[in-house]
């Protein structure tokens, strides 16, 4: 399931997107600005890297990757911090949970699962709404409440995903649209053009392709990563909810 909303909306997801957006914008500002105001270079090789790779990519793509590099660095903030365990399972919720059932006051410990808005919590709450109908009940209201949030969950990870396998697939749409400019500027030469003629098409070509690839591998890994480790906590919190509802249904007897 996804965090608490307090969560999603914590300042540190909120600050490191603001950060790495305004980082980025005055660093391709201030190289523009350098690029246009500084005297010709005299050789190619010490031109502003991160100047060439915007010239190389045209406005379009340099636009298009740049967001998609805001966007992915926001959800893997956001992502990181909803599979945090305390997410899942808090300790808080637990000890004071056991506290109250240990001292046989079951009415504490069921507010406070109800006011707690984590996995644990969630599923702890969908159980007992059914508590009085027998376990087969509570096990099936439990069940729904986690596959329900579990989706959620995940179509929040999806979104990494998708930037994952979209960013080649802009690369590879920049390296079709620079060869097609390559061979229309040699079809449309009556002698063979020269190579500096040809070179900003498959310059275009090939640092769409690259930076795709930047943007992809990091995002398919990371996506994996923090999958798996939500799987893992969604585990353990089943297993710890089970464990808590036989608690709430032992108590009195």
């Known amino acids: 399931m996804l965090p608490p909303r307090r969560t999603l909306r914590h300042p540190l997801f909120r600050i490191l997107a603001l950060v790495v957006f305004l980082i980025t914008a005055a660093t391709l500002g201030s190289s523009m600005v350098w690029a246009q105001d500084a005297a010709p270079a005299p050789a190619a090789s010490s031109e502003n890297m ?7 990519l045209g406005t379009m793509y340099a636009v298009i990757f740049l967001i998609m590099s805001v966007v ?14 305390n997410n899942f399972i808090p300790e808080d919720l637990i000890q ?4 109250s059932l240990e001292e046989k006051n079951a009415q504490a410990a069921v507010e406070l699962v109800r006011a707690d808005e984590s996995f ?12 009085q109908k027998g376990k087969d009940a509570v096990m099936e209201a439990m069940q729904v409440a ?8 995940e179509q929040m990870l999806s979104y990494i995903a998708l930037i994952g396998n979209v960013a080649p697939m802009v690369g590879l749409l ?33 640092y769409t392709t690259l930076v795709g690839l930047y943007l992809a591998i990091p995002a398919i890994a990371i996506y994996n990563i923090l999958r798996n480790r939500m799987q893992r906590m969604i585990l353990l919190a089943g297993a710890k909810s089970e464990d808590m509802m036989e608690k709430f249904q ?4």
């Open 250 to 253: 032992n108590i009195g007897k």
């Open 96 to 99: 004071g949970v056991e506290t």
């Open 72 to 85: 992915l660095v926001a959800l893997v903030v956001r992502a990181i911090i909803a599979v945090q365990k």
């Open 50 to 56: 991160l100047v060439k790779a915007w010239n190389s």
């Open 120 to 131: 644990l919590g969630n599923l702890v709450s969908a159980g007992l709404e059914k508590i």
């Open 146 to 153: 986690g596959d329900s949030e579990t989706m959620r969950l």
């Open 174 to 206: 920049g390296t079709v649209q620079g060869m097609v400019t390559s061979f229309g500027t040699i079809a449309s030469s009556a002698q063979t053009p020269k190579p500096n003629e040809l070179a900003s098409g498959i310059e275009q070509a090939l």
